[in-house]
């Protein structure tokens, strides 16, 4: 088992630094056609401060840099380059204030979200991901066997990915992000549904059905890609005129209802599976803010209410 992790996260790797050079390094530096012996760390320094006005974050510029570290110290050992320029930049910092901050629905919102994936295949994935946090690796990772009806709780400790080749791993993304949450009384009713739905679906198609124990899967049993959980997405918000966001935002929209409707810090963290608190607040500041002038307000009126 253990070796199967490891040639997974091998191949994942692989495949991210792939896209890396795809989509990113080749567009960028092959318009300018510049040769090595005219590459110096300028022009390197350009490229990670342009990518990092464009959102990208310091860490994923990191793995742009070993990309590119490793493709230019490849030339010094051939001799094509005397020093390894990349060696010479200067790594940009993010400040606070310029991290990007994804966008969160009010209740209404995530009400009409709902709403408008009910029936659809995306249903069960959009439904983990806005109520519990879920990110969308972890709710494709979701299986059966990770739902007790009894306790009425989730365990998540699977992902599944998609570089070129679906990737399904035995493990989350960090110790924190394997956790266990109680479902709501409507999860779990909407839950027992699905499943005996996907069962009848089972014995309808026999051997055309594809047997695996994932909760995201087609009709027909095959678990959804997470290409197309990003593409459909969007497609469905803008059927039904509701803002664009990314899928990951229903993520941040749990945790932003959960900490306008009293709860910690700690609390969230532990729902959400951050590493570190940190990280909680980083992303829900503005909502720490908010709550501390609601905290003044209340102050204020009770003062004024002893006065009168």
């Known amino acids: 088992?253990?070796?199967?992790?490891?040639?997974?996260?091998?191949?994942?790797?692989?495949?991210?630094?792939?896209?890396?050079?795809?989509k990113h390094i080749r567009?960028?530096?092959?318009?300018?056609?510049?040769?090595?012996?005219?590459?110096?760390?300028q022009h390197l320094q350009d490229y990670y401060n342009q990518k990092l006005q464009e959102g990208q974050a310091v860490n994923t510029l990191k793995k742009h840099h070993a990309v590119i570290h490793g493709a230019l110290q490849e030339a010094v050992k051939k001799r094509l380059l005397t020093f390894n320029p990349a060696d010479q930049v200067t790594f940009p910092r993010q400040n606070?204030?310029?991290?990007?901050?994804?966008t969160a629905y009010t209740a209404e919102q995530a009400q009409q979200l709902l709403e408008a994936f009910k029936g659809d295949v995306l249903e069960p994935a959009v439904i983990l991901g806005l109520c519990y946090g879920l990110r969308k690796s972890e709710a494709l990772g979701l299986r059966w066997s990770d739902i007790d009806f009894e306790a009425g709780t989730l365990s998540i400790q699977n992902t599944v990915t998609r570089m070129k080749t679906l990737i399904e791993h035995e493990q989350t993304k960090s110790a924190a992000s394997k956790r266990?949450?109680?479902?709501?009384?409507?999860?779990?009713?909407?839950?027992?549904?699905?499943r005996e739905q996907q069962e009848e679906n089972q014995k309808f198609l026999g051997s055309g059905y594809t047997v695996s124990d994932h909760i995201c899967v087609w009709p027909d049993g095959r678990p959804v890609s997470p290409d197309y959980v990003s593409q459909h997405f969007k497609r469905v918000l803008v059927k039904n005129n509701l803002q664009i966001i990314r899928f990951h935002d229903l993520r941040h929209t749990a945790g932003s209802l959960l900490m306008n409707n009293g709860a910690t810090v700690k609390q969230v963290q532990e729902f959400?599976?951050?590493?570190?608190?940190?990280?909680?607040?980083?992303?829900?500041?503005h909502i720490d803010t908010e709550a501390k002038q609601r905290t003044a307000m209340s102050m204020e009126q009770?003062?004024?209410?002893d006065r009168s």
Do not use: C
């Not at 997974?8 to 790797?13: E, I, K, L, S, V």
């Not at 606070?96 to 994804?102: A, S």
């Not at 949450?181 to 699905?194: E, G, P, S, V």
């Open 96 to 102: 606070k204030q310029d991290r990007f901050h994804g």
């Open 1 to 22: 088992m253990d070796g199967a992790k490891t040639a997974g996260n091998q191949a994942n790797t692989w495949e991210s630094y792939q896209v890396y050079l795809e």
């Open 180 to 194: 266990v949450l109680y479902l709501m009384a409507d999860t779990i009713t909407y839950l027992r549904q699905l």
């Open 272 to 285: 959400l599976g951050h590493e570190k608190a940190s990280t909680t607040l980083d992303i829900y500041t």
């Open 302 to 305: 009770a003062l004024q209410g």
């Open 27 to 41: 567009p960028y530096f092959a318009p300018k056609k510049l040769t090595l012996s005219k590459l110096n760390p």
